[in-house]
């Protein structure tokens, strides 16, 4: 046994409790005590404010968001094929995720400006569903117009 060990095995108590962990038992109390009346200052504070208050409209955009993704994705591949019918189709979809990653940040935080940046968000998604619409025999084109769809109808649903 080194002498470190035994002069920790000599501070032991009759108990087994060393000094040291006396007095980590004091600072973790005093902890506690500490955090219990900083919790008690703070009564009243609503904790169901620190996340969104419009989850179905938040899963849209999220989806939303995800698909667009996915058709630029597509978009590129033809490009690089050099097949350009979808750079209409693109450019909505770029405009449309523009929109909507901004209106996730507001719907995210319950902003007060998400009722007004709806009706962006709406338009937008409308005039991207229609480009895509025009390409939906590509999955991605169709996935994309759907989810575009999804959204004006959450909008409608959770801000009218």
Do not use: P, W
């Amino acid at each position: 046994m080194s002498e470190k060990e035994m002069l920790s095995a000599k501070e032991k108590t009759a108990e087994g409790i060393s000094r040291r962990d006396v007095l980590l038992g004091m600072g973790a109390a005093a902890t506690m005590a500490y955090a219990g009346s900083a919790s008690a200052a703070a009564k009243g504070h609503d904790h169901s404010k620190h996340s969104t208050q419009l989850t179905d409209l938040m899963d849209a955009v999220n989806d939303c968001t995800d698909k667009g993704r996915r058709c630029i994705s597509h978009c590129m591949v033809s490009f690089t094929e050099g097949d350009t019918e979808l750079a209409a189709c693109a450019s909505k979809v770029q405009e449309m995720l523009s929109i909507c990653g901004g209106f996730a940040y507001l719907v995210a935080s319950n902003s007060s400006y998400t009722k007004e940046y709806s009706r962006v968000c709406e338009k937008v998604c409308t005039d991207c569903a229609k480009e895509c619409r025009k390409h939906e025999k590509h999955i991605e084109c169709e996935a994309c117009a759907n989810a575009c769809d999804d959204i004006v109808d959450a909008i409608k649903l959770s801000l009218s």
